[in-house]
């Protein structure tokens, strides 16, 4: 393959990816506490041919805004902490989503029922009880502190991975700590950071280069159609 053809086409490949997350952010936008997804690319010579890639994707950890639900088991966080939940196969993972709700049971868990965990572990309340979040995280039942929320932070947020739900996982480089004065908002939740309409300029964008990319593999393609035929004539 020649280098104009390999380029274009590497080119083409990371705008597919550049739109691909676009779009999942865009899809996302109402969902409470979700992150959008961050993209960065570069240009790499490997084997004398130079080709766009991937570099890395990024959670984009800033906050969205704080709304009022009025309902009293939900939370956001004021600051850069994020709540425990209990993901698959009992693995811990970490959401800014604080529109908590009470099972069947009276365990306390998100809306895709992952558990919601506590500084002693999973939360169980009654279900006809007064409930009442407090703003450093304590859960009261009928005044009385019963358990209090699990809130953590990361010394280095730009390692942190997309979970899935509105969460994400931390490997060992993103350096979780323990929250230690953690300040929450009752009967509030945080919306999504995306913005559409910055997300549509990016879309524009991406599709732009996405068509360069297209064209100029449609003209490398066209040249060595060309020089074939003048080889062979």
């Known amino acids: 393959m020649s280098a104009g053809l390999y380029t274009s086409l590497s080119g083409a490949l990371a705008n597919i990816d550049h739109v691909e997350s676009i779009a999942n952010n865009v899809a996302n936008s109402d969902t409470t506490g979700f992150k959008r997804h961050q993209i960065r690319f570069d240009t790499v010579l490997g084997a004398a041919l130079p080709f766009a890639r991937t570099a890395e994707t990024r959670v984009d950890t800033s906050p969205g ?15 850069r902490g994020f ?14 989503r604080g529109d908590f709700r009470l099972t069947a049971t009276g365990e306390l868990t998100l809306p895709n029922g992952q558990p919601v965990l506590g500084t002693a572990g999973r939360i169980t309340l009654p279900q006809d009880a007064d409930v009442a979040l407090g703003s450093d995280g304590s859960v009261a039942v009928n005044g ?19 979970a899935g739900d509105s969460t994400v996982r931390a490997p060992a480089e993103a350096g979780l700590q323990e929250s230690e004065n ?9 919306t999504s950071n995306v913005s559409l309409s910055a997300e549509l300029v990016n879309l524009i964008l991406a ?15 066209e040249l060595t159609q ?8």
Do not use: C, W
Request: net charge negative.
């Open 65 to 79: 805004t704080s709304r009022l639900s009025g309902n009293p088991l939900h939370a956001s966080i004021d600051g």
């Open 83 to 96: 709540f425990v939940v209990e993901g698959e196969n009992g693995q811990e993972v970490y959401t800014r």
């Open 144 to 162: 009385t502190i019963v358990a209090r929320l699990r809130i953590v932070e990361f010394d280095s947020p730009e390692f942190l991975e997309k």
């Open 182 to 190: 953690p300040r929450i908002a009752p009967g509030f939740v945080e």
């Open 207 to 221: 599709q732009r280069s996405f068509e360069a990319s297209m064209n100029s593999l449609r003209i490398n393609d």
């Open 226 to 233: 060309t020089l074939i035929r003048e080889a062979q004539s």
